[in-house]
């Protein structure tokens, strides 16, 4: 099931050059989100992240398109620019929808993290976070089409 064994983590480490925060935090948000929407992986969902255009921000989008499967390839994630990190995942099958940001708590984290080093334990720290309700802001899935009843 998706990037939440060692080996995978490795894997995912060996593709994108080193372990950082915003890598796992890319991993954990698309895993999330793929298990909330039920969407599966690769083709029937798309991506849109705003707020990771520099690294390390943007080191979060490796690991999205790792967990999501979406890739700028097949052209379903995008990014955009935005003053904080978000992240929306649609479901292409049936609209359902989904937003993640980072807790303040995290962010606060993330800003103290500012060494190799402490960048690097604090990632190995999220990634065994099993309850990601602690680390994301999560909106609940809706479907596009109920919004305006
Ligand atoms: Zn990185």
């Not at 064994?5 to 999330?32: C, D």
């Not at 978000?86 to 606060?108: F, H, P, Q, Y």
Request: proline share 3%; aromatic share 8%; glycine share 8%.
């Amino acid at each position: 099931m998706g990037y939440n064994s060692s080996s995978s983590l490795n894997e995912a480490v060996r593709f994108h050059g080193h372990l950082g925060p915003y890598l796992i935090l890319g991993i954990l948000a698309g895993n999330t989100a793929v298990r909330k929407l039920k969407s599966g992986k690769y083709f029937n969902l798309y991506v849109k992240v705003w707020g990771a255009y520099k690294k390390p921000k943007s080191c979060l989008i490796d690991g999205l398109q790792l967990s999501t499967g979406a890739t700028y390839g097949k052209g379903n994630i995008e990014k955009l620019k935005g003053r904080s990190i978000w992240i929306e995942v649609t479901n292409l099958s049936n609209s359902g929808r989904i937003r993640l940001s980072l807790k303040e708590s995290l962010v606060a984290e993330l800003k103290a993290a500012n060494t190799h080093r402490a960048a690097e334990v604090l990632a190995k720290k999220l990634y065994k976070i099993k309850n990601c309700a602690k680390i994301f802001k999560l909106s609940p899935v809706t479907k596009i089409n109920n919004n305006n009843p």
